[in-house]
């Protein structure tokens, strides 16, 4: 294993990668898919200090992570999908009105 | 710089003999892949009543080659508007996925690509379901309609039956109580008994989720040529045509070899614990001398000279063969003292072709059936895979698990674990049978009465 | 050394992958280059010697989120929204802050264990012949300290489930 700190800003470069995804794109589908880098920066993290440490609760965490953002995918996409069936747009600027 | 040369030359040193094999398989597969062909449409022809490709060299074996060349210098047409790197990309992922997942596998117990993987079958099973995208994309990037349509239900069918596939390998997993595939082949040959006896209705399930997930008739809607051309693969032309057909035969064997590791014992022989039926170690080459002889009686037979030569080759080969698989058994008869040297070869020759004989089989079966049974519409497809095969395979994971304790419980090993399976088995099928006819029976129900339900949408 | 290189292959693709998504113009194009940021990602668990996470991140991630992305981006697939403006209007103040907060968490990482006096024992992780079977290890803390937490995620995906099937749905 290389020394904690290479681990750490690889997941700090994906990380910020994934919020300036985040903030800056339109597209919310887009927005989504950084939202999915988000946790896999932070699933490096958990997983480089559970070998850090030898203890492999941090890969429990980890592997609870990436179930929760697979209910999150499909929650979220389902709402992008009701959206677009009654607005024609995945454009988050065009999602403005809470009832029309 | 000097410190890469010598990395490399370590990373060599390590693992030379993995890269030769791997590279050794990505060049003969496509010829293997090319003759698995050529036997379904012999097969294929047999179950017509005709004779099948005979052209092309001595009883057409030269077909595959033809064919090859034929798609090798086959015009490369890329639709208008297709977006060109993903229409690139997609055939290298399908073969990609098949490939790798062909790394894992283990023909002998010496014979494997990626040695000791601590997660085998997990590993084969999830890199084989990366082949996904390469449909997918596939579908996409030709930029028509068909192809999107086909792209789009294939991957539905795929997905479906990879949880149908998935448990029914659990609840073989189970009697193992790990992921690696030479331990699980040696739990069979500690058991005594092949998972095919003790988990029947997973090896049922996995054999039809398997069907399904190499698109394989009579799951093949989505490449049937009298609904969607050929679906996802309709645009692609020549060489990236030829990539997507690989990758389905590469996927075919894959699921094979799955389930011959897990099911059918693996390498092993049947009946490899028991010692006063060593005699079958003499099957195999008795066997291929069998064919040999058979070869050189119809010689005569044959009309014209070349294929009398032809028939005499592969006579000459199959005695070759033969004396192969018959040197570690008949020399240890001779000569006692060598028995514990040519163990390892034994161990290996005869493993493999164990091995490739199961593999065959499963696949025959694969040909048998697309020539046998008509195709089903994509729903019955999809009612299929959700409505019994999941529920049986889940219902099959608590019942083999519940049998597993009651055999610890009352201390029952090897055959003795039939006393608890089967019961497990038949309760199992029953179960999902019931859960059926239930679902038909307020179907049937809720088509009297389809104004008034919100959802019947 | 072979750990070096592969964690310097895996994290370069990584990082390429990540910033060539964020800045893609046709969404599939995006969904292309998230797959192989993840695959980068679940390299870089192999190399950490966490082999089940790595299968796990193929098969649930790449096998299963991603299937059901580019699902739905080709049933919303837009050919007008590949002429409109790609990026919101606040991106040049987002992309400080967001750079601000990189610098920030960067200068915390890298001096880190460098400073004088701060007392903390400094880790070294044992040896990779030393650990335990992945699978194994993690299959006895998951179903022994966390089963409370596994059930939950059970839960979970079950009205997630429920939730997306009831969203996704047609309306008669």
Known sequence: MLPIEHYLFLSLALFIIGVIGVVTRRNVIVVLMSIELILNAVNINLVAFSRLYGDVSGQVFALFIIADAAAEAAVGLGIIIAFFRNRETVLADEMDLLKW | ?457 | MLDKVLFYFFAGIAVASAVLMVTRRNVVHSAIFLITALLATAGIFLQLRAEFLFIVQIILYVGGIMVLFVFVIMLVNLDVALQQIQFARQKWVALIVALALAGQVGVMFWTSGKMPGQGLPVLTAAAAEHLPPNSEAVAKSLFSTYLLPFEIASVLLLVAMIGAVVMAKKRT
């Not at chain 2, 059918?264 to 490899?272: Q, V």
């Not at chain 2, 058979?294 to 028939?311: A, D, G, H, S, W």
């Open chain 2, 1 to 457: 710089m000097n410190a890469a040369l010598q990395a490399t030359l370590e990373f060599l040193k390590l693992y030379w003999g993995p890269l030769l094999c791997g590279v050794a398989v990505v060049a003969i597969l496509p010829l293997i892949v090319g003759y698995i062909v050529l036997v379904e449409r012999k097969i294929m022809a047999d179950m017509q009543a005709r004779l099948g490709p005979m052209r092309v060299g001595p009883h057409g074996l030269l077909q595959p080659i033809a064919d090859a060349v034929k798609l090798l210098i086959k015009e490369d047409i890329i639709p208008e508007n297709a977006d060109k790197l993903v229409f690139w990309l997609a055939p290298v992922l399908s073969v990609g996925a098949g490939l790798l997942s062909l790394a894992g596998l283990a023909i002998g117990p010496a014979f494997q690509i990626a040695q000791d993987i601590n997660i085998g079958i997990l590993f084969v099973v999830g890199i084989s379901a990366l082949g996904i995208f390469g449909i997918v994309l596939g579908g996409w990037a030709s930029n028509s309609h068909y192809s999107l349509m086909g792209a789009l239900r294939s991957s539905a069918q795929l997905v479906s039956y990879e949880t149908a596939a998935g448990m029914a390998l659990v609840s073989a997993l189970l009697f193992t109580g790990t992921l690696n595939i030479k331990s699980i082949v040696e739990a069979q040959s500690k058991e005594g008994i092949w998972f095919v006896l003790l988990a029947p209705v997973a090896f049922f399930t996995y054999l039809v989720a398997s069907i399904a997930e190499t698109n394989r008739a009579p799951f093949d809607l989505p490449e049937a040529e009298s609904e969607l051309v050929a679906g996802y693969m309709t645009e692609f032309s020549g060489f990236r045509w030829s990539l997507y057909f690989l990758a389905e035969y590469t996927n075919m064997i894959v699921v094979a070899s799955v389930a011959t590791t897990l099911f059918l014992g693996g390498w092993l022989r049947p009946f490899s614990g028991v010692p006063w039926l060593n005699f079958l170690d003499f099957v195999p080459p008795l066997l291929l001398s069998a064919i040999g002889a058979y070869c050189v009686l119809r010689m005569p037979k044959q009309p014209t000279r070349v294929q009398q030569l032809f028939m005499l080759a592969v006579a000459g080969l199959c005695f070759v063969v033969a004396l192969v698989l018959a040197a570690p058994v008949v020399l240890p008869v001779i000569k006692p003292s060598l028995r514990a040297a040519v163990a390892p070869f034994y161990a290996g020759i005869h493993g493999g072709f164990w091995f490739i004989f199961k593999v065959s089989l499963y696949i025959y079966f694969f040909m048998w059936l697309r020539f046998t049974i008509p195709r089903y519409r994509f729903d019955q497809l999809m009612r299929l895979g959700w409505h019994f095969l999941i529920p049986l395979s889940i219902i099959n994971v608590l019942l083999v698990g519940v049998a597993l304790i009651a055999g610890a419980y009352f201390h029952l090993q090897g055959w003795g674990l039939l006393l608890v399976t089967t019961p497990a088995a038949v309760i199992a099928l029953v179960a999902a049978f019931l859960i059926l006819a239930v679902e038909k029976e307020h179907d049937a129900r809720q088509e009297q009465t389809a104004a008034s339900d919100f959802y019947a949408g």
